[in-house]
Nanobody, 128 residues
Framework: EVQLVESGGGLAQSGSSLRLSCKVS????????IAWFRQAPGKEREGVSC??????????LDSVKGRFTISSDDAEDTVTVYLQMISLKPEDTAVYYC???????????????????WGQGTQVTVSS
């Protein structure tokens, strides 16, 4: 069974950094696309960053470009995806989720063509 577990969230001051991790276990796929999403209180969930195993490009929400970096460690039986966040702002406060696309294995901008699996989320709170 494929499972995604996020970690690394917490309380941060404006201007500081955090690194989120998403560990994918139970790997049954070769290629994939994976993305970070976030949902702030009272707002819709939005794609923050996306990457795929078959595309060298990475994609970002405009408001995080230059501040967030997505990367991955790819192993035979697991994938770990990171989101390095610098220069954090209060408006980055949200629950951050990772999601996996093993159907189309494509990014559609900073989101996925299909969200087949989700993690449980990790809270990021940025104080001013």
């Amino acid at each position: 069974e494929v499972q995604l577990v996020e970690s690394g969230g917490g309380l941060a001051q404006s201007g500081s950094s955090l690194r989120l991790s998403c560990k994918v276990s139970g790997r049954t796929f070769d290629d994939y696309a994976i993305a970070w999403f976030r949902q702030a209180p009272g707002k819709e969930r939005e794609g923050v960053s996306c990457m795929s195993s078959s595309d060298i490009n990475t994609y970002y929400l405009d408001s995080v470009k230059g501040r967030f970096t997505i990367s991955s460690d790819d192993a035979e039986d697991t994938v770990t995806v990171y989101l390095q966040m610098i220069s954090l702002k209060p408006e980055d406060t949200a629950v951050y989720y990772c999601a996996l696309d093993t159907t189309y294995m494509e990014c559609r901008g900073a989101t996925l063509a299909s969200t087949d699996y989700w993690g449980q989320g990790t809270q990021v709170t940025v104080s001013s």
